[in-house]
């Protein structure tokens, strides 16, 4: 999706260990410190790397989208104009809760979402993020769903 993207200064944003495997990874940067502060500002760090004084579009997929809104919420002084979230995880109280899965409390959630511009893509039938938490989460002019999508298939170009 990234490679297809012919925005100028886009980040795409993936959770830490979400594609690769590292030694680097530990147990809890796969469960309940998934959003932990240290993974939150780390992933900022590198991103005002990239960023220097150009203003992005912040683009998170998945766990991408909790991670990205911290570090919006968390750093006002990015120049971040616009966030784009891709079957996006929001609130990991929520899901964890919806699935009756271990909480992680280890991790950071958002309490509201980052008053910048933003577009939220989801999958009508997305089984990984249910279209269900996506509505409660996200403001309904901000919401874009793909009706026949899965988590996997929420692929778009952004325009």
Avoid at 35 to 44: G, H, K, L, Q, R
Avoid at 131 to 137: E, G, R, Y
């Amino acid at each position: 999706m990234a490679f297809n993207d012919d925005n100028a200064n886009v980040v795409y944003l993936a959770r830490p260990c979400q594609f690769i495997k590292s030694d680097t990874c530990s147990v809890q940067d796969w469960t309940v410190g998934r959003f932990s502060e240290e993974i939150v500002e780390d992933t900022a760090f590198a991103i005002k790397q990239i960023a220097q004084e150009k203003e992005i579009i912040l683009i998170g997929y998945s766990g991408g989208a909790l991670l990205s809104g911290l570090i919006i919420s968390r750093h006002p002084e990015m120049k971040i104009n616009k966030w784009i979230t891709i079957a996006g995880l929001l609130n990991h109280k929520d899901w964890t809760q919806y699935y009756g899965d271990m909480p992680l409390n280890l991790s950071l959630d958002l309490d509201t979402l980052p008053q910048i511009e933003q577009q939220h893509f989801v999958g009508g039938k997305d089984k990984v993020i249910p279209l269900k938490l996506s509505k409660k989460w996200i403001n309904s002019k901000d919401l874009i769903i793909l009706p026949n999508a899965t988590h996997s298939t929420v692929f778009v170009k952004i325009r």
